[in-house]
């Protein structure tokens, strides 16, 4: 079966989130399980930073955008697990410090010609390659018009007649939405511009886009599948979701268990595994050390997030004068929103002693705050999945999280469960729920052979990608064996 991955993200090259995570990771378990599968993502400044190949120009392409005709280029890099990955360069759009806009400007003027421009270039990439994929697995809104192009003139040629598109939604609150007067630049024909296209309250919504042109949708977790067919959490797209459910599913995102696993990690002063578990407390020293918290034996509680509205900052800002009561420590890992970060800032300084805050996007320090911290805190008002509960699931650390998406699916409930808990959850999204959830767990921790006993359980969780991939498998052929039913004897095409 062969798949392309289109996206805007791919780890290691460009990452913003966990997108990116997914883009990396999934493609490398796919191949293991007999898939030709390969990438397809802007040449971003970052990526010429990593890959540095640029010379020899690769295919030279034109993709109309408007009334400008760009021309840019295709380059091709393996991955250093061997997958094949291809590149849009063209550095007026993608050659600039950040991916989507700045920190104080907000998003790149341009962002609609950029994502149009990548999403027209990939049957292109397609043709000059001369390989056509069975499936276009897309993902987010910026390739949501890829599903749109697909549906309405790639799959017209012979190659592409039994292809189908699979379109995942990360985080159905980032949609793309531009104004109505970009729909021109598309080259789309008019009839897409309504409700049953990618019109969305007088707006061109491109994540639209990818839910109605695409064969199926997935999303990163069950819970998440079904939450976004609600008011709640659907940003308004929950009625066309539903419509939609019967080719809808959530699958869980894995984790890359090679880079987080704690036996091997090299970003640690020590490594440790469930059966000794020694290495974590040498981890938990080296952060605390490195910190200067002036009662480092005290339970140390860590937080990785971007700085989003999202990530349940509200929650911790109100509750927190009372969990600096308590006998504990905090770091937090995290760059995004100004208010935020500010906020963090003031608190901060009225707490010096129990709470620090490392304002910068910093890998090694992820693992290190993974291993080194006891517990960990996910109070995210909707987590369409979460990379960060199952690292710490793996590490020992035990996640209190909000019951919502896949930090749902992800963590099992010690309060409901304790046989097979491990984890904290609390349900309602209050400041007084989430500090009791972390209570709960202090309770636990203070007992030492309850916490070995779920922090061993934690570790031997299985979140590998194989599990996951095996599930987006079973997606692909399903939309497979529908275009096999597709009528005539079809042009000689994709082998399927
Ligand atoms: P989201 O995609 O919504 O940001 P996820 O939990 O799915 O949330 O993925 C976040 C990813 O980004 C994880 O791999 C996490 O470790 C990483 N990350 C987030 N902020 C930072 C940071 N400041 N430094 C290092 N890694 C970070």
Redesign the pocket.
């Known amino acids: 079966m062969k798949i392309l991955f289109c996206a805007s993200e791919a780890s290691p090259y460009a990452?913003t989130?966990?997108?990116a995570?997914v883009v990396g990771s999934l493609p490398v378990s796919l191949a293991r399980l007999g898939c030709d599968v390969r990438i397809f993502m802007p040449l971003y400044r970052s990526v010429r930073e990593r890959t540095g190949t640029t010379e020899p120009p690769g295919r030279v392409i034109s993709i109309p955008v408007g009334l400008h005709e760009y021309r840019a280029a295709l380059l091709e890099d393996l991955t250093a697990e061997g997958i094949p990955i291809y590149f849009l360069e063209k550095d007026e759009f993608f050659d600039r410090s950040y991916l989507y806009g700045t920190p104080t400007h907000g998003d790149y003027e341009d962002n609609a010609e950029r994502f149009i421009a990548f999403s027209r270039s990939a049957q292109q990439l397609c043709s000059s390659l001369g390989w056509y994929p069975s499936i276009f697995h897309l993902h987010d809104w910026q390739t949501g018009l890829m599903a749109a192009y697909f549906q309405l003139n790639w799959r017209y040629d012979p190659k592409f007649y039994r292809s189908g598109t699979v379109f995942t939604i990360?985080?159905i609150a980032y949609q793309g939405v531009f104004p109505a007067a970009l729909f021109r630049l598309t080259h789309l024909p008019p009839a897409a511009f309504s409700m049953q296209g990618i019109e969305y309250w007088g707006q061109c919504s491109f994540l639209k886009s990818g839910l109605v042109y695409s064969d199926y949708l997935t999303t990163v977790s069950p819970r998440y599948a079904m939450e976004i067919q609600t008011a709640d959490f659907g940003y308004g797209l929950e009625g066309l979701l539903a419509e939609h459910r019967d080719n809808l599913s959530g699958i869980l995102n894995g984790i890359d268990t090679e880079e987080w696993d704690p036996a091997t990690d090299k970003a640690l002063p020590a490594t440790y595994s469930a059966d000794d578990l020694d290495g974590k407390r040498k981890c938990k020293q080296t952060l605390c050390s490195g910190l200067g918290f002036s009662k480092p034996d005290y339970p140390l509680l860590g937080m990785?997030?971007?700085l989003a509205a999202?990530k349940g900052f509200d929650l911790l800002e109100k509750m927190l004068p009372d969990l600096m009561k308590l006998p504990i420590n905090l770091v937090i890992?995290?760059?995004g929103e100004a208010a935020i970060q500010e906020n963090l800032e003031q608190m901060q300084s009225l707490y010096p002693d129990q709470l620090k805050l490392l304002l910068?996007?910093?890998?090694a320090?992820?693992h290190l705050i993974e291993a080194g911290s006891d517990i960990f805190l996910m109070p995210s008002r909707y987590e369409p999945?979460?990379?960060?509960q199952m690292?710490s699931l793996r590490y020992g650390t035990i996640p209190v999280v909000h019951a919502t998406g896949g930090l749902d699916d992800s963590v099992v409930d010690f309060l409901d469960d304790a046989q097979r808990g491990t984890g904290f959850k609390f349900y309602r999204y209050e400041p007084k729920a989430f500090l009791a959830s972390i209570r709960a767990a202090l309770e636990a921790y203070e007992a030492k052979e309850h916490w070995t006993a779920i922090q061993r359980r934690a570790m031997s969780q299985d979140f590998s990608w194989d599990r996951s991939a095996r599930e987006y498998i079973r997606v692909y052929e399903k939309v497979l064996e529908r275009k096999k039913k597709l009528p005539g004897r079809g042009p000689d095409i994709a082998d399927v």
């Open positions: 990452k989130g966990g997108l995570d990360h985080n990785i997030s971007r999202q890992l995290g760059t910068k996007f910093d890998e320090v992820a999945c979460g990379l960060n690292y």
